[in-house]
T-cell receptor, first 112, second 113 residues
């Protein structure tokens, strides 16, 4: 897609399998974490968020896990579908701040 | 889509010319942001606004200025476009103070030749 990097980490999964996308965040003071999905030619779209006082949060077919000890975030997508093909970004923010730091993204390919 | 539109959607301009990109929102959100997106860099904040006439710089503000004379419009100006400003520009809003999830417009693809 026109909006995404040419050399992004890529994850290729079979339709129906589960996907796990990982992210390392940088700021120990961040207390709010978000996952976004970006389809080709579109702006990023909010998927799910988690606060630092939690280690797991579930949405519809998605689960976010937070490990503050190693500053690691993951997004799990259950029963991956072709419509899940996109670039996924993690982002971090701090309470009271205006600035969100975005990761470089991971491209997910879903094979039919 | 949080009622966010961006114009133009595509623009080609020459080095040294001024360019203004417009972000328009219909839902009276207070907080608005301009990002640029480049391969390998993710989204980087250029400027943001926390109210009419209230703006501040982000991490990559050099060569850019912004204005917000009314709630619904947030303008990004490249005062003298350079080839390094070729990018895709996204506007975003957050819904209210303390809301961290951002809602993005469709983007403007700018090419500076």
């Amino acid at each position: 897609g026109e909006n995404v990097g040419l050399h992004l980490p890529t994850l290729s999964v079979q339709e129906g399998d589960n996907s796990i996308i990982n992210c390392a965040y940088s700021n120990s003071a961040s207390d709010y974490f978000i996952w976004y999905k970006q389809e080709s030619g579109k702006g990023p779209q909010f998927i799910i968020d988690i606060r630092s006082n939690m280690d797991k949060r579930q949405g519809q077919r998605v689960t976010v896990l937070l490990n503050k000890t190693v500053k690691h975030l993951s997004l799990q997508i259950a029963a991956t579908q072709p419509g899940d093909s996109a670039v996924y970004f993690c982002a971090e923010a701090s309470t009271g701040g205006f600035k969100t730091i975005f990761g470089a993204g991971t491209r997910l390919f879903v094979k039919a | 889509d949080a009622g966010i539109t961006q114009s133009p959607r595509h623009k080609v301009t020459e080095t040294g010319t001024p360019v203004t990109l417009r972000c328009h929102q219909t839902e009276n959100h207070r907080y608005m942001y301009w990002y640029r997106q480049d391969p390998g860099h993710g989204l980087r904040l250029i400027h943001y606004s926390y109210g009419v006439k209230d703006t501040d710089k982000g991490e990559v503000s050099d060569g850019y200025s912004v204005s917000r004379s009314k709630t619904e419009d947030f303008l990004l100006t490249l005062e003298s476009a350079t080839s390094s400003q070729t990018s895709v520009y996204f506007c975003a809003i957050t819904e209210g103070q303390g809301g961290y999830e951002q809602y993005f417009g469709p983007g403007t693809r700018l090419t500076v030749t």
